[in-house]
C-alpha cells in the first residue's frame, strides 16, 4: 500500500507564504506523477500544480507565477512553494500521485487526506 502525508499547511495573511510537502510511502517501484490538488467550500476540487517525473509542470492559470511545484525524487517528496498568497487561495491542498507499487502492476491513483490553507487578515 502507499500513503500520502502533507503538511505545511495553516493560516496566512494576504501576500503571505507558505511551502506545502507531500511525502509518499509504503510498496513504490516507480512515482510517474505527483500533483497538489485544491477544494474550497462549495466548489469542484481543482488542478493546482502537477509535475511529471521527467520534470515538465503544469499550472492552473489562477496561481501561474505565484506558485511553484518541485520534487525530490530521492525522497519521494513534492513541494508547492506558494507566495504573493490571496484570499481565494482558501482550501484544501490535496496531494496527488500516480505510482507503480511493482514493476509489472498497472501506475495507480492516490490521494492524500489534505491540509488546509486559510488567507486571511
Known amino acids: 500500500q502507499v500513503q500520502l502525508v502533507e503538511s505545511g499547511g495553516g493560516l496566512v495573511q494576504p501576500g503571505g507564504s507558505l511551502r506545502l510537502s507531500c511525502a509518499a510511502s509504503?510498496?513504490?517501484?516507480?512515482?510517474?506523477?505527483m500533483g497538489w490538488y485544491r477544494q474550497a467550500p462549495g466548489k469542484e476540487r481543482e488542478l493546482v500544480a502537477r509535475?511529471?517525473?521527467?520534470?515538465?509542470?503544469n499550472y492552473a492559470e489562477s496561481v501561474m507565477g505565484r506558485f511553484t511545484i518541485s520534487r525530490d525524487n530521492a525522497k519521494n517528496t513534492v513541494y508547492l512553494q506558494m507566495n504573493s498568497l490571496k484570499p481565494e487561495d482558501t482550501a484544501v491542498y490535496l496531494c496527488?500521485?500516480?505510482?507503480?507499487?511493482?514493476?509489472?502492476?498497472?501506475?495507480?491513483?492516490?490521494w492524500g487526506k489534505g491540509t488546509l490553507v486559510t488567507v486571511s487578515s
Open positions: 509535475m511529471e517525473t521527467g520534470g515538465s509542470t
Open positions: 509504503g510498496s513504490i517501484f516507480r512515482i510517474n506523477a
Open positions: 496527488n500521485a500516480l505510482i507503480k507499487g511493482r514493476s509489472w502492476s498497472p501506475a495507480m491513483d492516490y
